[in-house]
């Protein structure tokens, strides 16, 4: 017998493309999610840049207020050596709109301004920070005077002489720089860049279209959730329709509070991404079809033929014909496979029809379980009586009553072989308007003497009065009989059992509802899907007829009923039926 293995020399080319296929795409996969996560970390690398310088700005300005704070606390000077030390700060650093120095009560004593001109400054928020020794700043705004119009931020520190605070430091840090810092970064053509308050405000942005706007983030509320203030992160929003967006955060750690946003369209952010990966499928297809072509035209009689008779074998085998035999006239391993699976088959089929044989016994047992549970009640009854009829006879009262129970004990016999035909035959439909109050009362009637006896409370309710049905008047009371039945049983320690009737409506479609619901022990939920099919019962033993040939009956009249229960607390059915026309 010849060696399969010297084919599969020859089927090198061919045999590789699953390999090839899967190296190709997990290539492609593990390049796009590497290039994806380059352009985030590169992002965010610039976006921690852009913090650290912002940040260091705005300490740097707090380092230059605290040292000042500190001379003035420590040296006594005069209030003209308050006002130079004041404007040679303000020359010596860039930080400052303008500084200027009150005492404890926010009077004022020198400013760096060239005139002793001070804006309005809010002591009713300063003073009660400082004079307790801490250190006031405001939220970030944009100032308007004197121009040029800026972002700034307002900073108190106190003047501190023996632990005593006799001064107040005020400045306006201008954020002018922290602005062209943003404004200067570049990510692509699309990235954008922007400084966000703790209030989502943009501070300062690379889009000229918020030059100067102390307005909302967009998007900022759907998105303020996914990013912490305590750590760098990234993630992926619809900025708008069918575009998506990749955003990095890095949060400023210091006393300038806010984050650095850095948002750019991801079909430029991984536009390098898209571009080689298709180059790498486009490449691909090249072997691919190489390969194809190889090995198709070196092996297609030797190995191509077998391979057909064997794909035949197993899509018949799947579509369920297990007596298909697979014929391969060779003498190599393909022979022996298709040996194999006709071996299969065969073993397939004998489990198959075991299988079949297993589930009608099955079937079998259970039907006779519950013919033996449903007859043997009235058969017990009827010999019963019929030992004491030898010795009984001549009492009247007993052959009357012996009369009662064996026509009894046959109409339930004959009721449950009714069933049983009405479960797989016809039943007979004779639909008429009926009152839904009349067949209440009929059924209500019926069950009247059981129910006192169960100590079960019966009631109803029919909205509008007069509300009618078109409807099989005999099968209706069947269904409904069964269910009020049903109810009795389930409630051991007595209950109530209502039957409610009205008009309701859903999507603009109306239909009569009719529900009978119990307070009793409840359906568990795993028995409620299968509590309409044949031989599916809530008793303990019994065919469960009752409730198949009753959706059977709703179903007929063009209606649907459905079982909504609760373990402990009881079990409703509702029944909708269409309303006549």
Same mark, same amino acid.
């Given at each position: 017998?010849?060696?399969?293995?010297?084919?599969?020399?020859?089927?090198?080319?061919?045999?590789?493309?699953?390999?090839?296929?899967?190296?190709?795409?997990?290539?492609?996969?593990?390049?796009?999610?590497?290039?994806?996560?380059?352009?985030?970390?590169?992002?965010?690398?610039?976006?921690?840049?852009?913090?650290?310088?912002?940040?260091?700005?705005?300490?740097?300005?707090?380092?230059?207020?605290?040292?000042?704070?500190?001379?003035?606390?420590?040296?006594?000077?005069?209030?003209?050596?308050?006002?130079?030390?004041?404007?040679?700060?303000?020359?010596?650093?860039?930080?400052?709109?303008?500084?200027?120095?009150?005492?404890?009560?926010?009077?004022?004593?020198?400013?760096?301004?060239?005139?002793?001109?001070?804006?309005?400054?809010?002591?009713?928020?300063?003073?009660?920070?400082?004079?307790?020794?801490?250190?006031?700043?405001?939220?970030?705004?944009?100032?308007?005077?004197?121009?040029?119009?800026?972002?700034?931020?307002?900073?108190?520190?106190?003047?501190?002489?023996?632990?005593?605070?006799?001064?107040?430091?005020?400045?306006?840090?201008?954020?002018?720089?922290?602005?062209?810092?943003?404004?200067?970064?570049?990510?692509?053509?699309?990235?954008?860049?922007?400084?966000?308050?703790?209030?989502?405000?943009?501070?300062?942005?690379?889009?000229?279209?918020?030059?100067?706007?102390?307005?909302?983030?967009?998007?900022?509320?759907?998105?303020?959730?996914?990013?912490?203030?305590?750590?760098?992160?990234?993630?992926?929003?619809?900025?708008?329709?069918?575009?998506?967006?990749?955003?990095?955060?890095?949060?400023?750690?210091?006393?300038?509070?806010?984050?650095?946003?850095?948002?750019?369209?991801?079909?430029?952010?991984?536009?390098?991404?898209?571009?080689?990966?298709?180059?790498?499928?486009?490449?691909?297809?090249?072997?691919?079809?190489?390969?194809?072509?190889?090995?198709?035209?070196?092996?297609?009689?030797?190995?191509?033929?077998?391979?057909?008779?064997?794909?035949?074998?197993?899509?018949?085998?799947?579509?369920?014909?297990?007596?298909?035999? =697979? !014929?391969? /006239?060779?003498?190599?391993?393909?022979?022996?496979?298709?040996?194999? #699976?006709?071996?299969? +088959? %065969?073993? &397939?089929?004998?489990?198959?029809?075991?299988?079949?044989?297993?589930?009608?016994?099955?079937?079998?047992?259970?039907?006779?379980?519950?013919?033996?549970?449903?007859?043997?009640?009235?058969?017990?009854?009827?010999?019963?009586?019929?030992?004491?009829?030898?010795?009984?006879?001549?009492?009247?009262?007993?052959?009357?009553?012996?009369?009662? =129970? !064996?026509? /009894?004990?046959?109409?339930?016999?004959?009721?449950?072989?009714?069933? #049983?035909?009405?479960? +797989? %035959?016809? &039943?007979?439909?004779?639909?008429?308007?009926?009152?839904?109050?009349?067949?209440?009362?009929?059924?209500?009637?019926?069950?009247?003497?059981?129910?006192?006896?169960?100590?079960?409370?019966?009631?109803?309710?029919?909205?509008?009065?007069?509300?009618?049905?078109?409807?099989?008047?005999?099968?209706?009371?069947?269904?409904?009989?069964?269910? =009020?039945?049903?109810?009795?049983?389930?409630?051991?320690?007595?209950?109530?059992?209502? #039957?409610?009737?009205?008009?309701?409506?859903?999507?603009?479609?109306?239909?009569?509802?009719?529900?009978?619901?119990?307070?009793?022990?409840?359906?568990?939920?795993?028995?409620?899907?299968?509590?309409?099919?044949?031989?599916?019962?809530?008793?303990?033993?019994?065919?469960?007829?009752?409730?198949?040939?009753?959706?059977?009956?709703?179903?007929?009249?063009?209606?649907?009923?459905? =079982?909504?229960?609760?373990?402990?607390?009881?079990?409703?059915?509702?029944?909708?039926?269409?309303?006549?026309?």
């Amino acid at each position: 017998m010849r060696s399969i293995f010297t084919k599969l020399i020859i089927l090198f080319l061919l045999t590789a493309l699953v390999p090839v296929g899967l190296s190709y795409v997990v290539s492609i996969v593990k390049l796009r999610s590497a290039t994806q996560e380059s352009v985030i970390q590169g992002n965010m690398e610039v976006a921690k840049i852009a913090a650290t310088n912002a940040e260091n700005y705005f300490e740097n300005a707090n380092r230059v207020l605290k040292a000042l704070s500190a001379q003035f606390g420590e040296i006594s000077l005069e209030t003209e050596e308050k006002d130079r030390l004041l404007k040679n700060s303000y020359l010596d650093y860039k930080y400052f709109q303008n500084i200027h120095l009150f005492d404890a009560e926010g009077k004022f004593v020198a400013t760096s301004n060239l005139e002793p001109k001070t804006e309005e400054i809010p002591f009713d928020r300063i003073l009660p920070v400082v004079q307790k020794g801490g250190v006031y700043r405001s939220s970030i705004y944009i100032a308007t005077d004197p121009p040029p119009v800026r972002p700034a931020i307002r900073v108190a520190w106190p003047v501190t002489k023996m632990g005593e605070t006799t001064g107040i430091l005020v400045s306006e840090i201008n954020l002018i720089y922290v602005w062209h810092l943003v404004n200067q970064i570049r990510i692509g053509e699309e990235g954008i860049v922007t400084l966000i308050n703790p209030d989502g405000n943009v501070v300062a942005s690379s889009n000229l279209g918020l030059l100067f706007e102390l307005a909302p983030f967009p998007q900022y509320e759907s998105i303020r959730e996914k990013i912490p203030s305590d750590r760098e992160t990234s993630l992926f929003y619809d900025k708008k329709k069918k575009e998506r967006n990749l955003l990095v955060s890095a949060p400023l750690k210091g006393d300038l509070k806010g984050n650095i946003f850095i948002e750019q369209p991801t079909r430029e952010a991984f536009a390098l991404a898209h571009q080689l990966t298709r180059q790498l499928i486009l490449f691909a297809v090249l072997i691919f079809v190489l390969m194809v072509a190889v090995g198709y035209l070196g092996v297609r009689w030797e190995i191509l033929r077998h391979i057909r008779v064997l794909t035949i074998g197993i899509q018949k085998i799947g579509e369920g014909d297990w007596t298909h035999k =697979v !014929v391969i /006239r060779a003498k190599d391993e393909f022979k022996i496979l298709g040996d194999a #699976l006709n071996t299969m +088959t %065969g073993q &397939l089929t004998e489990q198959a029809d075991k299988i079949k044989r297993q589930e009608r016994l099955s079937l079998i047992g259970r039907i006779a379980g519950g013919l033996v549970h449903d007859l043997k009640h009235p058969i017990a009854n009827i010999r019963n009586w019929t030992k004491l009829l030898s010795t009984k006879y001549e009492d009247p009262k007993f052959r009357e009553n012996f009369t009662q =129970v !064996v026509e /009894r004990e046959f109409g339930n016999v004959d009721l449950f072989f009714a069933n #049983l035909k009405d479960l +797989t %035959g016809e &039943l007979p439909f004779q639909p008429v308007p009926l009152s839904v109050e009349r067949i209440f009362d009929e059924v209500l009637e019926r069950f009247r003497m059981e129910a006192e006896k169960n100590n079960v409370e019966l009631q109803k309710r029919v909205d509008p009065p007069a509300l009618e049905i078109k409807g099989d008047r005999f099968s209706l009371s069947r269904v409904l009989s069964n269910l =009020v039945s049903n109810g009795i049983q389930a409630m051991i320690k007595g209950g109530k059992i209502g #039957l409610s009737a009205g008009i309701r409506s859903e999507n603009g479609k109306n239909w009569v509802q009719i529900s009978v619901a119990d307070n009793g022990m409840g359906i568990p939920p795993e028995r409620l899907k299968s509590l309409f099919q044949d031989f599916a019962t809530t008793k303990r033993k019994g065919l469960g007829l009752g409730l198949a040939l009753s959706q059977k009956i709703v179903e007929q009249h063009g209606g649907k009923i459905a =079982v909504a229960s609760v373990v402990g607390e009881g079990t409703c059915f509702d029944i909708r039926l269409p309303i006549p026309s």
